[in-house]
């Protein structure tokens, strides 16, 4: 898409307009208004410069002679004498005879000129800058140099546009805006069957999933203007401002229509109206609300102006904005699956060259959970690696690292750890690995590392699961938490004591024992009780208790004796394999970093099940 700017004057051009104003009355008007300087001198003066033949304009008068040098710079004025031969004189010294001095204008006519008129210029010249910025600020309620006007981007179609093609792993949500795409093409294709079109439609996902780039396709598959603005523009300091942008919006697309208004983030301006009365910008925001949901009830099916938003936050936005006849479509774009990531990495592998050995699929599996954005990132990082290896293509184990680089950070290559942090963390990572290597229910170990990273990761352990899951047992989520719980375990196991270490760890046992009893009814106590509820499902997934102090006591106490269960049993299972973990804490004390299949051709030897 390419964006239009609407073609606005520069300041420098009124400016322009000012200094020619100046020039002109300098040249035109200013003359008129000078007089000539005349210098008085007495009648012996005259007749010396008659003799020295010292003369050359004379204008003889009743009441004075006027005259000037040879040169006719000066003027000279002086009084009359009885002189007959005046006359023959300055003939034969060469003078002219003529009028030295125009006569003068009346004194009122020169102070207009020279000062009522410059003051009527300058008055008139401020009004029209006024009304020329007024105009451009939205019209006459505009309070201040364009802050009534909106300020959405506008973007007509181009042949370089994004294409449905180009948004990968988004399927529904695609074939959900195929059909808008088809009504801005064949319009009365709907109208003969008395359909309309909605006339808002909902994006709502996670950051990063593509949901601008969804509406963009829209645009660029309809071939109609799209404007795009953020849901935070609208919000200025100034009451009144920002309905005043909402009403210059819908102004311009109801010019433009057929045409797509992408609204990006609108639960900066959505969010639900307090019951209270609101101060500040509370009230501006719900003044900026009440004129959308305005704008948006006066739009008819068949106008052709298709509103599109995208939120992180849908649960945080006013019924009022949501409801059928305003926003009647909400599309889901959700985080890839494991064909999604697939399709998406190959979108962003088209700008970069690729190696034959590439896998695709191999590296979708390792990025699970990977937004597109995060997934477009992960392409970027490996191109530049093999840029900094000295290459021009991209092969597997540069888009291997990209992951770790995305998950973990970049190795730190300045870090040295003392022999025993350095064995303490073999044996930390060797626990984690060994213990889900060792339960039914985990993901296979793809590979152990013990190097750095910037994210102050000492070591960490990939656990990759062959496809996608979107259900876990009670005895999966278990085995989980014991995998947490095994670089701990196999600590004490080891050294015989504990380390600051296992600090993420034990934040991620205790987040899913406590969302096991909480939300997912996994507890003989409290059945299919929820005692906590998600608030922010695409941000986060922050929680809120929704109980009484000694429930939340009771459920404490239920999360310890779960974590703690599962630490014992992570011991266990280390203290009937001691001898594979020592075996195995040794070989990635050497290696530094090893894969999945060397750690289970090692532990292929005769580990206990």
């Given at each position: 898409m390419k964006e239009v700017k609407s073609p606005q004057k520069p300041l420098i051009y009124y400016y322009c307009i000012v200094l020619l104003i100046i020039v002109l009355f300098n040249l035109l008007i200013a003359p008129l208004l000078s007089q000539s300087q005349v210098t008085e001198v007495d009648y012996g003066t005259f007749m010396d410069m008659i003799e020295q033949r010292d003369i050359g304009l004379v204008q003889v008068e009743d009441t004075q002679i006027l005259f000037t040098d040879r040169a006719e710079t000066v003027v000279y004025k002086t009084g009359p004498m009885e002189d007959p031969t005046l006359t023959e004189r300055l003939h034969d010294a060469g003078a002219r005879f003529g009028r030295v001095i125009e006569e003068p204008m009346s004194p009122l006519l020169t102070w207009f000129l020279t000062f009522i008129l410059p003051i009527l210029i300058f008055i008139g010249l401020g009004q029209y800058m006024s009304r020329k910025l007024m105009n451009q600020a939205g019209g006459k309620n505009a309070m201040s140099f364009g802050m009534g006007r909106s300020s959405a981007k506008v973007y007509v179609p181009s042949t370089q546009g994004i294409r449905f093609a180009d948004v990968a792993g988004e399927d529904e949500a695609k074939e959900s805006l195929q059909e808008i795409v088809d009504y801005l093409h064949n319009p009365a294709k709907y109208t003969e069957a008395g359909a309309s079109m909605p006339k808002g439609i909902l994006l709502v996902g996670p950051p990063g999933t593509g949901k601008t780039m969804l509406a963009k396709a829209v645009a660029g598959e309809s071939g109609v203007p799209?404007?795009?603005?953020?849901?935070?523009?609208?919000?200025?300091?100034?009451?009144?401002?920002?309905?005043?942008?909402?009403?210059?919006?819908?102004?311009?697309?109801?010019?433009?229509?057929?045409?797509?208004?992408?609204?990006?983030?609108?639960?900066?301006?959505?969010?639900?109206?307090?019951?209270?009365?609101?101060?500040?910008?509370?009230?501006?925001?719900?003044?900026?609300?009440?004129?959308?949901?305005?704008?948006?009830?006066?739009?008819?099916?068949?106008?052709?102006?298709i509103i599109l938003a995208a939120t992180n936050r849908p649960e945080s936005l006013d019924p009022a904005l949501t409801r059928p006849g305003r926003f009647d479509r909400r599309v889901p774009v959700e985080l890839p699956d494991l064909a999604g990531r697939e399709a998406i990495l190959k979108v962003h592998a088209r700008k970069i060259k690729t190696g034959e050995d590439v896998d695709f699929h191999t590296?979708?599996?390792?990025?699970?959970?990977?937004?597109?954005?995060?997934?477009?990132?992960?392409?970027?990082?490996?191109?530049?690696?093999?840029?900094?290896?000295?290459?021009?293509?991209?092969?597997?184990?540069?888009?291997?690292?990209?992951?770790?680089?995305?998950?973990?950070?970049?190795?730190?290559?300045?870090?040295v750890l003392s022999d025993r942090e350095k064995r303490v963390v073999a044996c930390h990572e060797i626990g984690h690995a060994l213990v889900a290597a060792l339960q039914s229910h985990s993901a296979p170990v793809q590979k152990i590392t013990i190097i750095p990273r910037t994210s102050g990761a000492l070591g960490y352990t990939m656990q990759v699961e062959t496809g996608d899951k979107y259900l876990m047992s009670k005895e999966e989520i278990e085995d989980k938490i014991a995998t947490y719980t095994g670089g701990r375990a196999a600590e004490e196991v080891v050294f015989g004591q504990i380390t600051t270490g296992a600090s993420n760890d034990i934040e991620q046992a205790t987040k899913l024992a406590r969302a096991m009893i909480t939300r997912y009814g996994m507890s003989d106590e409290f059945d299919m009780v929820a005692m906590e509820t998600v608030t922010n499902q695409y941000l986060g997934g922050d929680t809120s208790l929704a109980c009484s102090a000694e429930t939340q006591r009771e459920i404490d106490r239920k999360v310890v004796e779960l974590v703690k269960r599962q630490h014992e049993k992570a011991r266990k299972i280390l203290e009937d394999n001691r001898a594979k973990l020592d075996e195995l804490a040794g070989f990635l004390y050497e290696k530094e970093t090893i894969t999945g299949e060397q750690f289970m051709d090692i532990l292929k030897g005769g580990a206990e099940q």
């Amino acid at each position: 898409m390419k964006e239009v700017k609407s073609p606005q004057k520069p300041l420098i051009y009124y400016y322009c307009i000012v200094l020619l104003i100046i020039v002109l009355f300098n040249l035109l008007i200013a003359p008129l208004l000078s007089q000539s300087q005349v210098t008085e001198v007495d009648y012996g003066t005259f007749m010396d410069m008659i003799e020295q033949r010292d003369i050359g304009l004379v204008q003889v008068e009743d009441t004075q002679i006027l005259f000037t040098d040879r040169a006719e710079t000066v003027v000279y004025k002086t009084g009359p004498m009885e002189d007959p031969t005046l006359t023959e004189r300055l003939h034969d010294a060469g003078a002219r005879f003529g009028r030295v001095i125009e006569e003068p204008m009346s004194p009122l006519l020169t102070w207009f000129l020279t000062f009522i008129l410059p003051i009527l210029i300058f008055i008139g010249l401020g009004q029209y800058m006024s009304r020329k910025l007024m105009n451009q600020a939205g019209g006459k309620n505009a309070m201040s140099f364009g802050m009534g006007r909106s300020s959405a981007k506008v973007y007509v179609p181009s042949t370089q546009g994004i294409r449905f093609a180009d948004v990968a792993g988004e399927d529904e949500a695609k074939e959900s805006l195929q059909e808008i795409v088809d009504y801005l093409h064949n319009p009365a294709k709907y109208t003969e069957a008395g359909a309309s079109m909605p006339k808002g439609i909902l994006l709502v996902g996670p950051p990063g999933t593509g949901k601008t780039m969804l509406a963009k396709a829209v645009a660029g598959e309809s071939g109609v203007p799209f404007f795009s603005i953020s849901g935070s523009e609208f919000v200025e300091m100034f009451v009144g401002m920002g309905a005043s942008k909402v009403r210059d919006l819908f102004r311009q697309a109801k010019e433009k229509a057929p045409c797509i208004v992408f609204i990006d983030e609108i639960d900066a301006i959505g969010q639900k109206r307090s019951s209270g009365s609101g101060y500040g910008g509370n009230d501006e925001r719900e003044q900026t609300l009440n004129q959308l949901l305005t704008e948006m009830d006066g739009f008819e099916g068949n106008t052709g102006v298709i509103i599109l938003a995208a939120t992180n936050r849908p649960e945080s936005l006013d019924p009022a904005l949501t409801r059928p006849g305003r926003f009647d479509r909400r599309v889901p774009v959700e985080l890839p699956d494991l064909a999604g990531r697939e399709a998406i990495l190959k979108v962003h592998a088209r700008k970069i060259k690729t190696g034959e050995d590439v896998d695709f699929h191999t590296i979708a599996r390792m990025a699970a959970g990977a937004s597109g954005a995060e997934l477009a990132n992960i392409v970027n990082e490996a191109a530049l690696r093999a840029v900094r290896s000295g290459r021009t293509i991209v092969n597997e184990a540069d888009l291997e690292e990209s992951i770790e680089v995305v998950i973990a950070g970049y190795q730190k290559k300045n870090a040295v750890l003392s022999d025993r942090e350095k064995r303490v963390v073999a044996c930390h990572e060797i626990g984690h690995a060994l213990v889900a290597a060792l339960q039914s229910h985990s993901a296979p170990v793809q590979k152990i590392t013990i190097i750095p990273r910037t994210s102050g990761a000492l070591g960490y352990t990939m656990q990759v699961e062959t496809g996608d899951k979107y259900l876990m047992s009670k005895e999966e989520i278990e085995d989980k938490i014991a995998t947490y719980t095994g670089g701990r375990a196999a600590e004490e196991v080891v050294f015989g004591q504990i380390t600051t270490g296992a600090s993420n760890d034990i934040e991620q046992a205790t987040k899913l024992a406590r969302a096991m009893i909480t939300r997912y009814g996994m507890s003989d106590e409290f059945d299919m009780v929820a005692m906590e509820t998600v608030t922010n499902q695409y941000l986060g997934g922050d929680t809120s208790l929704a109980c009484s102090a000694e429930t939340q006591r009771e459920i404490d106490r239920k999360v310890v004796e779960l974590v703690k269960r599962q630490h014992e049993k992570a011991r266990k299972i280390l203290e009937d394999n001691r001898a594979k973990l020592d075996e195995l804490a040794g070989f990635l004390y050497e290696k530094e970093t090893i894969t999945g299949e060397q750690f289970m051709d090692i532990l292929k030897g005769g580990a206990e099940q």
